[in-house]
């Protein structure tokens, strides 16, 4: 298991820009895959980003893809998300999740795939 603190969340203007930082415990930061899921009021928490060891694979939900970023630095233990061209569909509280390597038959985009989660930070995007 792994500590993960989110912070970087606000209120911010459509169109505009926000960056989320987790900071996570654990020697072995490294070898985590990490990931954001958001989840908005009345609505299930969903996948929004994964990045995985060196960070040269990173996926993305449809919705986010071209306007959202995700980045780490493993020295830091920290993962990133830059969120950019905001929404007001993207209000919703964003989670920071850790997970391992490799899951057998668990694809990176389902909640399952994660052993530790964060408390959650507030994004709200007014129009």
């Known amino acids: 298991q792994v500590q993960l603190v989110e912070s970087g969340g606000g209120l911010v203007q459509a169109g505009g820009s926000l960056s989320l930082s987790c900071a996570a415990s654990?020697?072995?930061?490294?070898?985590?895959?990490m990931a954001w899921f958001r989840q908005a009021p009345g609505k299930e928490r969903e996948f929004v980003a994964a990045?995985?060891?060196?960070?040269?694979?990173?996926y993305y939900a449809d919705s986010v893809k071209g306007r959202f970023t995700i980045s780490r630095a493993n020295a830091k233990n920290t993962v990133y998300l830059q969120m950019n061209s905001l929404e007001p569909e993207d209000t919703a509280v964003y989670y920071c999740?850790?997970?391992?390597?490799?899951?057998?038959?668990?694809?990176?985009?389902?909640?399952?795939?994660?052993?530790?989660w964060g408390q959650g930070t507030q994004v709200t995007v007014s129009s």
């Open positions: 999740a850790a997970g391992p390597p490799s899951y057998s038959g668990v694809d990176y985009n389902t909640r399952q795939r994660y052993h530790s």
């Open positions: 654990g020697r072995t930061f490294s070898s985590y895959a």
């Open positions: 990045i995985f060891w060196s960070g040269g694979s990173t």
